[in-house]
């Protein structure tokens, strides 16, 4: 990881980080975010590249659901070229009834964290947006 500065949609600068792979950001998120229960790294077609289950997340969620979220994020890419809208997506929010589903993505790859209801939207929109 390294550490750039880029000049944000206000004319501010912010601090970026520069990730060499994708395990690194889900290392990086597991760290700054305790709330993630389960992550995924998946292609652009929906395939499990690898996830992590915390052990507290496991009765919350079945190998079965993991699957299907990718699938879900992957179809999304396939149909509607969801990447390509306003210059590339950042990320998504998905919130359930009972979890938040973040995904982000970079270089043909999506990372998703599930985590907790709890956790606060805006400092997981200030995290993601320091990812490059």
Not at 3 to 18: A, Q
Not at 126 to 132: A, E, H, L, R, T
């Amino acid at each position: 990881m390294s550490r750039i500065t880029t000049v944000g949609i206000d004319g501010k600068y912010e601090p970026s980080l520069v990730f060499e792979d994708d395990e690194s950001i889900v290392q990086f998120l597991l760290k700054k975010i305790p709330q993630i229960g389960a992550t995924m790294i998946i292609d652009r077609e929906g395939n499990l590249i690898k996830h992590t289950v915390s052990k507290s997340f496991e009765s919350e969620i079945d190998p079965h659901e993991i699957e299907y979220i990718a699938k879900l994020i992957g179809l999304r890419y396939r149909v509607a070229d969801f990447h390509k809208i306003r210059n590339g997506l950042q990320m998504t929010i998905n919130v359930f009834k009972g979890n938040c589903i973040i995904v982000t993505s970079r270089n043909g790859s999506s990372i998703i964290a599930i985590m907790t209801k709890s956790v606060d939207i805006e400092k997981i929109r200030q995290i993601i947006s320091q990812i490059k």
